[in-house]
């Protein structure tokens, strides 16, 4: 597989949110502003591309019966380093992410690109991975934190006082912000995307005819 391709297919093809189906606590969770969407996702995206850089790295010398310890030490000292920055320099998106945060340590679409791939191909392939599962992963949860976010209140924030609220002309759904709105919004995203997914492999099965 080429370095695009590699890059690319967390986009789209394998997106961990709406094609493989994981990290859904956080994604249900914190998905109620577009603003705790992307604090989420780049944190994630930073855990990830060290992570799978630096285990990628030192692959064929961790032994065996330690593998797993290893992964979570070198996780959650990643982890950590975007924790103390986020309470350090945004105190009010600590606030708001809470928890979820340090809950990064034992996210499935971290552990399970280290096992699947870091843990068994070089530290270029690993990167480009890990920023591909890491973007995909950012532009899931936003798409969901948008609709959850314009339905429920009305406006999106986008940067809150640097660039302000963008108002919109509908009337505001809280049903959308409760937990009953995440798991409806999430629902219909994974219908039709495993729509288009289907409509993609029927043409190409009608074309390979």
């Not at 002309?169 to 219908?191: D, H, N, Q, R, V």
């Amino acid at each position: 597989m080429g370095y695009l391709a590699e890059l690319t297919k967390g986009l789209f093809k394998r997106n961990p949110t709406f094609v493989i189906v994981l990290g859904l606590c956080p994604t249900l969770a914190i998905t109620t502003s577009l603003e705790n969407a992307i604090g989420m996702g780049l944190s994630t995206l930073f855990v990830l591309i060290f992570s799978e850089l630096f285990i990628s790295l030192i692959r064929n010398i961790i032994p065996e019966n330690v593998r797993i310890p290893v992964f979570i030490v070198i996780i959650a000292t990643f982890v950590t380093i975007v924790q103390m920055t986020i309470k350090a320099y945004l105190p009010s998106l600590d606030d708001a992410l809470g928890i979820f945060i340090p809950l990064i340590v034992v996210n499935c679409i971290i552990f399970s690109r280290i096992e699947e791939y870091a843990s068994k191909n070089p530290p270029l392939y690993s990167i480009l991975d890990a920023i591909g599962m890491g973007l995909g992963f950012t532009l899931a949860i936003s798409l969901i934190s948008i609709i959850r976010e314009a339905l429920g209140t009305g406006k999106i924030s986008i940067l809150g006082d640097i660039i302000g609220d963008a108002s919109l002309p509908i009337e505001p759904m809280m049903f959308f912000i409760l937990a009953p709105g995440a798991l409806l919004t999430m629902g219909l995203l994974l219908a039709f995307f495993q729509w288009l997914e289907q409509k993609k492999e029927a043409k190409e099965s009608k074309e390979a005819k």
